[in-house]
């Protein structure tokens, strides 16, 4: 139990950067069509 | 504050995804390892039997938390001194991958604890301590969790130098109150036989190694947020 749990808050936390990640990228792309 | 930018330009460089995946696999590796050791090759502690094993990522997840908080520490003194917003966003991003470690540390020794001694928790000074470390930090996030200015990062950044103070009064605790907590195994190496010894090794090596590669993915999504806001305000 106490592994399974370490490895569920570390994988939650790497696929919440990720996401985070993507959302930035996504914004970004989002205002540089904007200014072209 | 300096105009934001590519501020951490080693982190947006496209050498360093390789170089970060590769911490990332050495890292994977090495908990695999870690797991098999913590797991199949430490031998079973006489008077805790199994629960004991709990330890080998624990200890490693607490190491972590004190590294983090560490470079919170330093970076939110080079923001203080050079007003640098590059200095800022690591120690924000630091301290987030800290709290997520320290997180785990009140996770697993509950469940150490309630094997042990019977009860997930006790108002023993160590168990105290971080947890008051912990909601520290929690605290800095949520301050830097609203709207950003100048003013709420050196704010921030103050409350992080106070709460880094809370670290060595965690470490000392075990010899400055009489506490149930086991003492250091720097302190105690006669409590480890050499497999066990070895087995933490591995799992401190593998903990670090996922921090170095959490926190540069942390630092790198602050630098593209930051990216985000500059070119929106200059597009009006």
């Known amino acids: 139990l106490p592994y399974a749990l370490i490895a569920v808050v570390l994988i939650g936390y790497a696929a919440s950067l990720r996401r985070r990640m993507e959302t930035a990228q996504r914004e970004r ?6 200014k072209n | 504050m300096q105009p934001v930018g590519l501020y951490w330009k080693i ?3 496209k050498k ?3 170089i970060a995946r590769g911490i990332g696999v050495l890292a994977l590796l090495n908990i695999a390892v870690g797991l098999y050791m913590a797991l199949f090759f430490a031998p079973t502690e006489r008077t805790m039997g ?3 094993r709990i330890f080998y990522f624990h200890v490693p ?3 972590v938390g004190f590294l983090a908080f560490f470079i919170v520490f330093l970076a939110s003194l080079m923001f ?3 007003r640098e917003r590059k200095w800022d966003a690591l120690a924000l991003s630091a301290a987030e991958v800290g ?3 320290t997180t785990l540390v009140l996770l697993t020794g509950p469940l150490w604890a309630k094997k042990a001694w019977g009860a997930f928790w006790v108002w023993d000074a160590r168990l105290t301590t971080t947890l008051i470390l912990w909601l520290i930090y929690i605290g800095y996030l949520m301050l830097r969790s609203t709207a950003e200015s100048e ?5 921030a950044a103050v409350l992080a130098l106070v709460g880094f103070l809370d670290v060595p009064i965690i470490f000392l605790a075990v010899q400055l109150w009489r506490t149930q907590h086991p003492s250091l195994i720097i302190t105690d190496p006669g409590g480890l036989t050499p497999p066990m010894t070895q087995t933490l090794m591995v799992c401190l090596l593998s903990f670090t190694l996922l921090f170095v590669f959490l926190l540069i993915h942390r630092v790198r999504l602050e630098q593209a947020r930051d990216q985000v806001n500059f070119l929106r305000e200059a597009m009006g």
């Open chain 2, 61 to 63: 997840s607490a190491w």
């Open chain 2, 151 to 155: 003013r709420r990062a050196r704010f």
């Open chain 2, 99 to 101: 709290v997520v470690f």
């Open chain 2, 50 to 52: 199994d629960a004991q």
């Open chain 1, 29 to 34: 792309a989002a205002i540089e069509s904007k």
């Open chain 2, 16 to 18: 360093i995804a390789p």
């Open chain 2, 80 to 82: 203080l001194w050079r």
């Open chain 2, 11 to 13: 982190l947006d460089d």
